[in-house]
């Protein structure tokens, strides 16, 4: 069901609620990269290919933590957060090797410089345009000077009801998500001083209603 909601406004608590409760469900469904193309796991291999240092990276809104593994067998050293519990709770079960823990993106619980990647897999497109440039902030924040940031989402414009397919499940909840241009994202990133280092856009695929993109750009190393 498509909105015409104000993208600037989504709730961060009916954003959980409506995770908590389609956890099982999404996390038996999507178990590992089914959903991905191989564009968008070469576009992961490019990510984890420019790691530096220990390539210690944060999976920033795991969800169940179905990428944790596929990060690490790429020579990631990897944890997660989610906004979830419920999702953690599955991370933690499913993926007991990986650390995970319930956390905001927009609130982590790490020390500044903590990581050489962060790794957000479609986890911005729930949060509003006026939050978005304190969460892409923060996630800056625990990066090492030199850091990449990825981030994965649908493009286009306005707010969308995604939930009916939970509803078909049994599950009686409402899940927005937010779209945005590749090129107002990467503006994002360039208005906080990142530089972009690859950029993927691409029509939708299968039963697919929407564009996809990627976009990986790199913190300022400190100056000689």
């Known amino acids: 069901m498509s909105t015409q909601r104000d993208v600037a406004t989504i ?17 038996d469904h999507f ?3 089914e959903a991905e193309s191989p564009l968008e796991l070469g576009m992961i291999d490019l990510f984890c290919s420019l790691l530096e240092g220990q390539r210690r990276v944060l999976d920033a809104g795991c969800g169940a933590g179905r990428l944790l593994p596929h990060l690490a ?25 990986f650390p995970a823990q319930v956390a905001s993106l927009d609130d982590l619980p790490h020390a500044d410089d903590t990581f050489d990647g962060v790794f ?5 497109i729930h949060t509003g345009d006026a939050d978005l440039p304190g969460l892409i ?29 939970f509803r078909e499940h049994g599950h009686e909840v409402e899940l927005l998500r937010a779209h945005r241009s590749l090129e107002e994202v990467g503006a994002r990133l360039t ?10 856009d691409r029509l939708p695929l ?4 929407d564009r996809q993109a990627v976009l990986i750009a790199r913190e300022p190393a400190p100056e000689a």
């Open 120 to 124: 957000s897999w479609y986890s911005t």
């Open 11 to 27: 709730d961060p608590a009916g954003v959980r609620a409506a995770y908590d409760e389609v956890a099982d469900t999404y996390a």
């Open 137 to 165: 902030t923060e996630m800056r924040r625990v990066l090492r000077p030199g850091g990449l940031l990825l981030l994965a989402f649908q493009t286009g414009t306005g707010v969308r009801d995604i939930a009916q397919a």
């Open 191 to 200: 208005e906080q001083g990142m530089t972009s280092v690859a950029r993927f």
């Open 73 to 97: 067998g790429r020579g990631c050293t990897v944890e997660g957060v989610d906004l979830s519990p419920g999702m953690v709770a599955r991370a933690r079960a499913d993926h007991p090797e």
């Open 31 to 33: 178990t590992a990269t």
């Open 206 to 209: 299968g039963t697919e209603r």
